[in-house]
């Protein structure tokens, strides 16, 4: 369990393709202090597993077939940045909002603009996902917690404060690129709710 509060970034310093998908390595000084082996860790959005670490350092990371398939970071090269988050303690500060770090889908930047000090993004999402999402509501991108600020059709748009931007991965993102989606998890189990109808959905849980 994830907040989208990014930590901080990482570099790709090496990757290798097995049969099965493919092995990273990252480096990063404060997130790869105090890991351990199999914890997990957000990769820009996507819940990976620890296999390798050198304190203070690295840790290495393996992309299964399905992770491949679903999220971008297949196509990652060796000097590309990324957003990292340790998973949330138990009685750490929950900032942010509920991220599982289950990627829906890739989204891509429609446009970026600076407004004063802040910035303003707008992302096209993909076909059927608008509605998961709400004005207002919270959304995760790339492992960022973001709030709706604004949503017409399956374009949504973000207000990137001045610390997010300069902080994460954000501030590398040119038109066109891809994004990590993660929609509420609240909104799916509403829906989830209506669908079957709350007696349904009760009967179906026991």
């Not at 060796?78 to 889908?105: K, W």
């Not at 993004?121 to 919270?138: I, M, N, Q, T």
Request: proline residues 2%; aromatic residues 6%; glycine residues 10%.
């Amino acid at each position: 369990m994830f907040t989208g509060i990014v930590e901080g970034t990482g570099e790709v310093v090496a990757r290798s393709r097995t049969d099965d998908g493919i092995r990273l390595r990252i480096a990063t000084e404060e997130v790869a202090a105090g890991l351990v082996e199999g914890q997990s860790i957000s990769v820009s959005g996507a819940c990976l597993t620890v296999e390798r670490f050198e304190d203070g350092a690295w840790f290495e990371a393996f992309l299964a077939s399905e992770t491949v398939a679903r999220t971008y970071l297949g196509d990652l090269a060796v000097g590309d940045r990324i957003n990292l988050e340790r998973a949330m303690p138990a009685d750490g500060r929950f900032d942010g909002h509920v991220v599982q770090g289950h990627v829906d889908a890739v989204a891509r930047l429609d446009s970026r603009e600076p407004v004063g000090d802040d910035w303003r993004f707008a992302f096209e999402l993909p076909e059927g996902y608008d509605r998961y999402v709400v004005e207002k509501g919270s959304i995760t991108l790339d492992g960022i917690s973001l709030t709706v600020a604004r949503l017409e059709g399956s374009r949504v748009e973000v207000a990137i404060v001045p610390t997010t931007h300069e902080l994460t991965t954000l501030s590398e993102k040119a038109v066109g690129d891809p994004v990590h989606l993660e929609v509420d998890v609240l909104a799916k189990y509403v829906e989830g709710l209506l669908e079957s109808g709350v007696s349904g959905w009760a009967d179906r849980s026991r």
